[in-house]
Structure formats: structure tokens, C-alpha cells
């Protein structure tokens, strides 16, 4: 009987935890078939931690490179230097990473340097521009190349690793963050800090992040006076912002915002209270990405604050809709929702495109059948359902 294969699991923010938690569930479900030893950066230290508990995640390496003021270039050296002794002791079969951070690209590059497979999740999101988001759409294109195994949430993002002659190991499974959500969704979720039942009680919950580096400065200023005249023109809407840790960001929110009423701020909750959050939400405001998958598998209408979206599925299956960061755009987008219930409607009740719950099985599968210990998995459709 063949050994089982050794997986490496490397992760350093919450939304890579997060997406990460159901494919370790999944591949130690099958301890005949996989090992998996768990790394992580710590690249943001308390919101991973979050989540380390909230899914009850063993973690067999930590790095600890979290450190004040960190630097693109810093990060992404520390995390090569301590990722490859990690790698050297134990020559793990298969190299996992997720999505496009800084810890994402470094510990795929430090696994190419040793000779290691390596397995990319959400692989194949795009933009037409390098530098948005920065330096997000850079360290994925970088790490398609560094990978052999390409796990894309949709066909779309598969037809983009195509259209860049990635055509070897690409399997299409639906997004793991579905799988992540639906573990969760159906507990009874209390609320965070800062937000009370009172806050709450007959008002529609505008649920809002923002803190992408190419957001910061203008672009984050216009996106809180948007809220401020949201709160204003709608008695009957409140705002919680939950606050990206960056003290540039919660300098220009806490400035605009820390006054107003009806709009709550509050600090980055876990997971857990963040679902809590978002299935009580009445609209969704963000430039976050993984909030675009999440808020449709529980009917939330979405409204992207960027300019360009890595994940256009939502946007065509009436899911998203980019709105960009024009105080008067966002104002008009989130009133027509708020005034017109036949337009939130469609929207809440679009077909939410980017997984159904299977995600990391089908990974698994992958997996397996790429080391020749398993058939082909079945992709995932387009649309919720496998093909």
C-alpha cells in the first residue's frame, strides 16, 4: 500500500484561513490517503488567529513574521527565508498556497526554489491591470507560473489560465469559501463588539469594508462620505463599517465617519461573527474580494467599491454590481436597492456562481488523481451545480 501523500498547507491572512480551513478538513478526512503539515506566516497575526480558533485549525509550523510597519519587500524576504527551512525538514509531496498574497507568492516561490510541487487554490483571477489590485494581480500571475496543479473556482477563471497557455493540471472545483461559509452559516450567531440589537432593531444593515491599497487616500475618503450620505437620506438604514486594522485606513474612516449616526464602527471581527453580520445584512458594500462569493450564497446583494473586479462571474450573474468608488455612483447604486425592492430583488435572488459547498472534495479529488491515486474528478459548473 502506498504511503500517503504529504500536503503542506502555507497560509498568513484571515481570508486565506478561511478558504484553506475546509480543504485541510477534507484532505485529513482521508488520513489513508493524505498527511497534511500546516504552515503559517502569520503575515496579519490577530486576524488569522481569528480564525485558527474559530475552525479549530492545528497548526504543526508558525512562523510569526507579522511585525510593525512591514514592508512589501521585508514580507515577502522573511517569508522565503523561514518558509524554506520549513520545506527543507519536511519534503512535503505537494505545496499548497491560496489566493494572492504576499505569503502566497513567497512560499510558492520558495517551494519552486527547492524542487517541490505546488498547488495553487483560486487560481485564475484576473484584471486587465497589473496594478489593480496591487500587488494582489501580480503575485497570482506569478504564481501560475510557479505551480503545476491550478485549482479555479469557475470556468472563467480556467479560460484566463488558458488564454496565458495553462492548460496542464487546471481543474475547475467552485470556490472553498462556499464550503467555509456553509459550515458556519447555520449557527446561531451572536454579534460583535460595538453592535448592539438596539443598533439594529427595525433597520436595514448596510454591512461595508473597504481598505485596499489602491483604495487608500481619495478614493476611501469619497467611499465614507458615500456612507455619511447614505446614513443621512435613509432613517431607516444602519452602517456597520467593520475597520481594516491599517491605521491609514482608520484614520480616514474614524475622521468621516466616527460621528455620524446610524453608522458603526467596529473593530475586524472573527469569522464567525462576521457571518453573523452578513446573514443579517440587508446590502453588502466592499472592495474586498472573498465578500464578493460569500454574500450571494446568502441572497445579499453586493456592491463592489473598485474599479475593476477579478471576479466579473458576480457582476454577470447579477450577484455584484461594480460600482467604483464616486461618492455619488455609490449613493445612487445603494438608494436605487433601498427604494426599488423589484431591482434588490434580482439581485438577492441571483444565482450565486461561485461554488456549492464541494469545493474542497473535488480538490481532493484533484489532488489524487494527479499523483496517479484516483480517477478524474468531476468539474464544477458554472451556475451552483457540478457538470
Known amino acids: 500500500m502506498s504511503k500517503p501523500l504529504h500536503c503542506l498547507v502555507s497560509f498568513g491572512t484571515r481570508p486565506e484561513a478561511v478558504k484553506m480551513a475546509p480543504l485541510i478538513r477534507a484532505l485529513r478526512a482521508r488520513p489513508n490517503l493524505f498527511r497534511v503539515t500546516t504552515l503559517v506566516t502569520a503575515q496579519h497575526r490577530e486576524m488569522v488567529d481569528q480564525v485558527l480558533q474559530v ?26 527565508t523561514n518558509v524554506t527551512p520549513v520545506l527543507q525538514a519536511e519534503r512535503p509531496d505537494l505545496v499548497l498556497v491560496q489566493g494572492d498574497t504576499t505569503t502566497v507568492l513567497a512560499s510558492a516561490l520558495a517551494a519552486f526554489y527547492e524542487g517541490l510541487t505546488v498547488g495553487h487554490v483560486e487560481a485564475g483571477l484576473r484584471t486587465a491591470t497589473l496594478y489593480d489590485p496591487f500587488p494582489e494581480e501580480m503575485n497570482r500571475r506569478l504564481t501560475t507560473r510557479l505551480a503545476s496543479l491550478h485549482f479555479a473556482a469557475t470556468s ?29 452559516a447555520r449557527e446561531d450567531l451572536p454579534l460583535p463588539a460595538g453592535v448592539t440589537e438596539a443598533d439594529l432593531e427595525g433597520r436595514r444593515l448596510l454591512l461595508t469594508t473597504a481598505h485596499r491599497r489602491e483604495n487608500l487616500g481619495e478614493p476611501l475618503s469619497d467611499i465614507c462620505h458615500a456612507l455619511a450620505d447614505l446614513a443621512r437620506r435613509h432613517e431607516d438604514v444602519v452602517i456597520v463599517y467593520a475597520m481594516h486594522r491599517n491605521p491609514r485606513v482608520r484614520e480616514t474612516v474614524q475622521a468621516i465617519l466616527g460621528s455620524e449616526p446610524r453608522v458603526v464602527l467596529i473593530e475586524p471581527p472573527d469569522y464567525f461573527l462576521f457571518v453573523g453580520l452578513l446573514r443579517r445584512a440587508a446590502l453588502v458594500l466592499t472592495d474586498s474580494g472573498g465578500i464578493q462569493e460569500e454574500a450571494p450564497a446568502l441572497g445579499k446583494p453586493v456592491l463592489v467599491l473598485r474599479r475593476t473586479t477579478e471576479r466579473p462571474e458576480g457582476v454577470d450573474a447579477g450577484t455584484a454590481q461594480l460600482v467604483g468608488t464616486n461618492r455619488a455612483a455609490i449613493v445612487a447604486a445603494a438608494s436605487l436597492l433601498l427604494d426599488r425592492p423589484e431591482a434588490y430583488d434580482a439581485m438577492a435572488r441571483a444565482v450565486n456562481p461561485y461554488g456549492d459547498g464541494k469545493a474542497a472534495e473535488r480538490i481532493a479529488d484533484a489532488i489524487a488523481y494527479h499523483f496517479q491515486r484516483a480517477p478524474a474528478p468531476r468539474p464544477f459548473g458554472v451556475g451552483g451545480s457540478s457538470a
Open 55 to 80: 475552525f479549530n485549525l492545528p497548526v504543526d509550523h508558525d512562523l510569526n513574521l507579522m511585525q510593525p510597519g512591514q514592508t512589501l519587500p521585508d514580507l515577502t524576504a522573511r517569508v522565503i
Open 156 to 184: 472563467w477563471s480556467a479560460d484566463n489560465l488558458a488564454a496565458e497557455g495553462v492548460t496542464q493540471g487546471v481543474y475547475i472545483t467552485g470556490n472553498t469559501v462556499i464550503d467555509a461559509l456553509q459550515s458556519v
